[in-house]
């Protein structure tokens, strides 16, 4: 029934910007998160961002923070992730998941680590120099 359907992505020159949307359905928003995460070639799969819609709460790791914004549309049950300035190492696969939390914690803790159940297909974003 949760479900998270990615929008977004592609191919962008280094200093470009990009927009990813993660519309979801089959929960409530208001009672959890949305994170973003993202695998690049080669590395293990780390938090970027995230957003608590019960008090709007956001975090990001530090290599996106002041470049990326995270945002939601309640209405229509969507988080976005705006990533402006963009570099040829933010290039991976960019992921959206259901989360039970939002804090430093939640993105800074392995993903392996985790249980996230629900996850959106995953776009990629290829970054060039």
């Known amino acids: 029934e949760v479900q998270l359907v990615q929008s977004g992505g592609g191919l962008v020159k280094a200093g470009g910007s990009l927009r990813l949307s993660c519309a979801a359905s089959?929960?409530?928003?208001?009672?959890?998160?949305i994170g973003w995460f993202r695998q690049a070639p080669g590395k293990e799969r780390e938090g970027v961002s995230c957003i608590s819609s019960s008090d709007g709460n956001t975090y990001y790791t530090d290599s996106v923070k002041g470049r990326f914004t995270i945002s939601s549309d309640n209405a229509k049950n969507t988080v976005y992730l705006q990533m402006n300035s963009l570099k040829p190492e933010d290039t991976a696969v960019y992921y959206c998941?259901?989360?039970?939390?939002?804090?430093?914690?939640?993105?800074?803790?392995?993903?392996?680590?985790?249980?996230?159940?629900?996850w959106g297909q995953g776009t990629l974003v290829t970054v060039s120099s």
């Open positions: 998941a259901l989360d039970w939390e939002c804090s430093v914690s939640s993105l800074t803790t392995a993903t392996s680590d985790r249980y996230l159940e629900h």
């Open positions: 089959g929960f409530t928003f208001d009672d959890l998160a």
